[in-house]
C-alpha cells in the first residue's frame, strides 16, 4: 500500500521538516513513496520520494479514473504557489479539459518569432517590396517577444507596446509596427490559428504627412555640399532629385532602361512600387548627368554600380549625413528630394495630374485623367522645374552632346 499520511495544512514550513519514506519490513526492500494531503485545498498533495526529492501534485478523477499532474518540485515552487496551480487545474478539469492535453498544445503552439518566419516567406517576400521594413521593424521592436507564443500575446500588451513607441519613436513608427503586427495575425489566422488578432481594433496616432522640401536657398547650400563628395553620390543625389523617382529606383538604374535620345527612363513592372511599369522622363539636366556618367561607366549593367551583391550602390546615409551637415540643412529626408520635385512642378503651375504622372503616382481618383495625357504636357513640366531648380542651384553649364543610341536603346 501507498504510504498516506492524514490530511495536513500544507505550509513551505511544514513540507521543509518532512522526511522521506522508509522501508516498511526488515527485509530489504525499496520504500515506495509518500503522499501528504493538503488540507486547505482540494486534491493538492506533496509526494515525497526516497530520495528526499519534494513534488506537488494534483490528484483528481477524470472519466472515472484517478489521475495526477505533477505541478512542481518544492522549493522552485512553493507551497503558495502549488496551491494556486493546484485550483487553475481543478477548474480546467471540472470543464471536461484536460490538463496534460493543454501543456502539450502550449508545448507545440507557434512563437512570434516561428509565426514571422512563416509570414515572411510566405506573404511579405512574395508580395511586398518593403519586405526587408518588416524584418527592420520586428527586429527593433519585437525582439522581446520572440520565444512568446502566440495565445499569451494580448490586446493590452500590444496597446501597450504601441503606446510606448509612439512615445518613444514617434506615431508613424507606432503605426507601422501596429499594422505588421495586424498583418502577422491575419496570416495566422489564414494557416489556422484561432486565438484572434490581438493587434486588432487599435486605435491607430494621428499622422501628419511630411511637406518637407527645399526652397531656393536650400537648394544653393544643397548643391554646394554636394559639389565636395565623391563619386557617385553628387550624380546620385541630382538625379534623385532631378526625376523625383524613389530611391531604390535610382540606385538600381540600368543602362538598358534608358532611353537618352528620347529622354526617357523605364520602370519595369518588377522594380515598380505600384507593380505597373513606369515610363519617366528625363529633363536634360539629368540627360547630361547621365551622358558624363555613360563615358566612365566600364561596362556595368547598372548607372551606379557597386561591389556589393546587390550590384548597386546602397546606403546613402553616411553621404546624407555629411551633405546634410556641410549645407547645414535639418530634417531632411532623401525622400524630400522626390517631394521637392513635385513641389517646383506645383510652383511653376503644373496641374495635380501632371505631377501625379511624371511621379508615377498611383491614384484611383485621376486613373481616368492619366489614361488620357500624352507625354507633352508631362514632359514640359519636368524639363521647367528641372530648369528651375538647377537655375536655383548654381548657373546652368553647357551639357556634353547626347551619345549614340543602339536599337535596343543601351548607350554606345
Known amino acids: 500500500m501507498k504510504n498516506t499520511t492524514p490530511a495536513l495544512r500544507l505550509t513551505d514550513a511544514i513540507v521543509n521538516k518532512l522526511r522521506p519514506p522508509i522501508a516498511e519490513t526488515a527485509a530489504p526492500a525499496r520504500p515506495r513513496p509518500a503522499y501528504y494531503r493538503d488540507s486547505a485545498t482540494p486534491g493538492l498533495q506533496l509526494r515525497v520520494m526516497p530520495s528526499g526529492v519534494k513534488t506537488f501534485v494534483l490528484a483528481r478523477r477524470m472519466g472515472g479514473r484517478p489521475v495526477r499532474w505533477t505541478l512542481g518540485q518544492f522549493p522552485a515552487v512553493s507551497t503558495a504557489q502549488a496551491r494556486r496551480q493546484a485550483v487553475r487545474l481543478a477548474g480546467q478539469v471540472s470543464f471536461g479539459q484536460d490538463p496534460t492535453e493543454a501543456r502539450r498544445k502550449a508545448r507545440a503552439e507557434t512563437t512570434l518569432a516561428e509565426l514571422f518566419t512563416l509570414y515572411l516567406e510566405g506573404h511579405a517576400k512574395p508580395h511586398k517590396r518593403s519586405w526587408k521594413a518588416d524584418v527592420d521593424q520586428f527586429d527593433r521592436y519585437l525582439a522581446p517577444w520572440r520565444p512568446r507564443k502566440l495565445s499569451t500575446i494580448r490586446h493590452t500588451d500590444v496597446s501597450t507596446l504601441h503606446a510606448t513607441i509612439g512615445r518613444d519613436k514617434g506615431h508613424c513608427a507606432a503605426n507601422r509596427l501596429l499594422a505588421l503586427l495586424r498583418c502577422m495575425f491575419n496570416f495566422a489566422a489564414g494557416l489556422g490559428y484561432t486565438g484572434g488578432n490581438p493587434a486588432a481594433g487599435h486605435k491607430k496616432f ?53 532611353e537618352l535620345k528620347r529622354g526617357l527612363w523605364r520602370i519595369s513592372e518588377a522594380e515598380s512600387k505600384s507593380k505597373e511599369p513606369l515610363l519617366c522622363v528625363l529633363a536634360p539636366d539629368a540627360v547630361g548627368i547621365l551622358q558624363h556618367r555613360a563615358e566612365t561607366a566600364k561596362g556595368s549593367q547598372y548607372v551606379f554600380p557597386s561591389w556589393g551583391k546587390s550590384g548597386h550602390t546602397a546606403n546613402p546615409q553616411p553621404a546624407w549625413r555629411r551633405i546634410l551637415k556641410r549645407a547645414g540643412l535639418a530634417n531632411l529626408h532623401l525622400h524630400d528630394l522626390r517631394r521637392t520635385f513635385g513641389s517646383w512642378q506645383a510652383a511653376m503651375g503644373a496641374s495635380l495630374s501632371v505631377i501625379g504622372k511624371s511621379l508615377g503616382h498611383r491614384d484611383v481618383a485621376t486613373t481616368a485623367i492619366y489614361a488620357r495625357l500624352d507625354m507633352d504636357p508631362v514632359r514640359a513640366s519636368v524639363n521647367a522645374a528641372a530648369g528651375a531648380i538647377m537655375a536655383a542651384g548654381f548657373p546652368p553649364v553647357e551639357l556634353p552632346a547626347l551619345l549614340p543610341i543602339d536599337t535596343n536603346g543601351s548607350v554606345r
Open 206 to 258: 494621428k499622422e501628419h504627412a511630411r511637406d518637407r522640401f527645399l526652397n531656393a536657398d536650400e537648394l544653393r547650400a544643397f548643391f554646394a555640399a554636394l559639389a565636395v563628395e565623391p563619386d557617385p553620390w553628387p550624380d546620385l543625389f541630382r538625379l534623385a532629385l532631378l526625376t523625383g523617382a524613389r530611391r531604390a529606383n535610382v540606385f538600381a538604374m540600368k543602362w538598358a532602361d534608358l
